[in-house]
């Protein structure tokens, strides 16, 4: 573990892999992200916190153009992405995303949903892909299960296969959209150990979560939204610990009142 953090700390000084300049994203009428400006780093681990409404699922979404934006830039690894087309493609097969409802295909088998894209996208051949899949299941805890279908997993069991089939693709950082907050308590902390274990792993890692002590944790930057701005932008300890704005102060005030 003292290990990882050392590759982490070495992997962190380098150039960014996320760029967000001058975000704005409109739906209709509703100004949802208002001139949003993020850099995430190799290795960083960016939890993005705040209210119900504040944005934060819309934010994540746009990184890898799952939602379009109106105006602003983003750009993955030093380069620009587009809007549409085959670079577009390309550009968002290295951004994993793991979504709040697990996505996974119900009549696929858990194997072939993880080795789906390596095989499709990435043009792995299956023998590969089905080796690479094994060890991820196996990573995330649930190589047992690689022959069911997901409607015989449990919501926990699910949202770990969905890690996997993200890292199946060799991302250069994987998007966390509310991961755990479909999740029945119990099943929470064995996706939130997984998604631990990666970052002291080294992965690159944007998280839009409800969960504070993961945050706390976990993180090496928080960003706190609301209303589609980013209000804060600080170290667990300094925001949990000293919040600047009053609009932060409130937001943690009813958390701890809960």
Known sequence: MVQAEENKEVLTEQSPIIELRNIDKYFGEHHVLKGISLTVKKGEVVVVIGPSGSGKSTLCRTINRLETIDSGEIIIDGVPMPGEGRKLAQLRAQIGMVFQSFNLFAHKNILDNVIMAPVEVLHMPKQQAKEEALQLLKRVGVESQAAKVPAQLSGGQQQRVAIA??????????????????????????VLDVMTELAAEGMTMVVVTHEMNFARRVADRIIFMDDGSILEENTPEEFFEHPKTQRAQDFLNSIKEH
């Open 165 to 190: 089939r993200a890292l199946a693709m060799h991302p250069k950082a994987i998007l966390f959209d509310e991961p755990t907050s479909a999740l029945d308590p119990e099943m929470i902390n064995e």
